[in-house]
């Protein structure tokens, strides 16, 4: 296995940590639902953040 | 300059420096895009979208699924890249798009310490990735070596040309995407928005 795909490894296990978290102990993480919907709150944001959303799916399927 | 640049969006700079970078990579289309979005901002800051600003739209789910169930149907049974992928994709775009482009209420509530931690751990591992997957670019390319240092299109693409991959990508995308998009999510005091 390579360098990048052990990192890449690691980041997916910790974000896995940090979804799963807040099920089992509410006070160390907030759910990411609720990440989400603070971040979504604003426009300039929902833009960006669709934006790059959008573009993860035409990269890899129109690669 | 204050007055000038009174209101911008603060991703535009960073969507700017992904067109430089998609150019410099010879990634035109991707470029392309994302000076489509830079464009897209400026027309939003400027408020020169006519029309006016409208409400948040309420999609029932029965749409929601219908549009997921076609996108998915065309981008799993159709060979990669093909002219339909692109134009289920580009009418995905719009149809993401126009469900986000709607007014904002009032500021964001003040964010707890809890809230403050969880935004610093995502942003944390989104940096992360951002910063593994540039270097695993720059060595490949350096090294001439992508089996060495591979990008996570290098690791994908195998992945993506095998139906099972392709499905569990959908399905992860699409679902990813309405989480975002919050379609069905419960407005504060308010009931589940259904067809």
């Not at chain 2, 169930?69 to 093909?82: A, M, P, Q």
Request: aromatic content about 14%; hydrophobic content about 55%.
């Amino acid at each position: 296995m390579s360098i990048p795909e052990i990192e890449y490894l690691i980041i997916l296990l910790a974000a896995g940590v940090a979804w799963l978290l807040p099920k089992f102990r509410p006070g160390a993480l907030s759910p990411i639902g609720e990440l989400v919907e603070r971040i979504m709150h604003n426009r300039n944001t929902r833009i960006a953040v669709i934006a790059v959303w959008w573009w993860l799916g035409w990269h890899f399927f129109t690669a | 300059m204050k007055r000038l640049l009174k209101g911008i969006n603060p991703w535009l700079p960073v969507f700017a420096f992904l067109v430089v970078f998609q150019t410099l990579r010879g990634a035109t289309v991707d470029a392309i895009y994302f000076g489509f979005v830079c464009v897209y901002m400026i027309a939003d800051w400027k408020r020169l979208i006519p029309g006016g600003m409208p409400e948040r739209k309420q999609v029932g789910k029965r749409i929601v699924w219908l549009v997921i169930l076609v996108g998915s149907v065309v981008l799993l049974f159709n060979k990669r890249n093909s002219w339909l992928d692109v134009l289920v994709l580009i009418v995905l775009l719009g149809f993401a798009m126009w469900l986000t482009y709607y007014r904002d209420h009032g500021p964001k509530p003040s964010a707890t310490p809890l809230m403050n931690r969880t935004k610093w751990v995502w942003m944390s591992l989104a940096l992360a990735m951002a910063v593994s997957e540039l270097f695993a670019y720059i060595w490949a390319n350096v090294n001439k070596d992508d089996h060495s240092y591979p990008t996570i299109s290098i690791i994908m693409n195998p992945i993506l040309e095998n139906p099972l991959g392709r499905i569990v990508f959908l399905t992860c995308w699409s679902l990813i995407g309405v989480g975002l998009l919050g379609v069905w999510r419960k407005p504060r005091g308010g009931a589940n928005v259904d067809s």
